[in-house]
């Protein structure tokens, strides 16, 4: 888990990833959750993402690289990999009022 406070007088943004191991009925399983603290503290999700290794290729495994200022605004984006099962890219996200938009999609590489 990691806070971040992504612009100025922001609410903390927290994102938390997981991966469960397999067991012998159930394939390995990713989640991923960014949320932010409303007025009176409490957590509100703002991104979630959960896949397994059996369906990555519709539903990619998300994971947190860095926060960045990508448009020097002075507002900070969450930088994110979309790992699917045999390719990737990368998303900016930017949280306002606890919503994301996704402002950047790259191209997709293969693994």
Known sequence: ?????????????????ARVPATGTQPERFVTVVA??????KL???????????????????????????????????????RAQHSRQFALYRLLGNKPDQIFLSGTTLL
């Open 44 to 82: 509100q999700p703002a991104l979630r993402s959960v896949s397994d290794a059996l369906h990555l290729d519709r539903v990619p495994r998300y994971r947190l690289i860095d926060v960045v200022d990508a448009d020097g605004s002075n507002r900070a984006s969450l930088l994110m990999e979309l």
């Open 1 to 17: 888990m990691q806070a971040f406070q992504l612009y100025f007088s922001a609410p903390v943004t927290y994102t938390y990833t």
């Open 36 to 41: 932010q603290t409303d007025a009176d503290g």
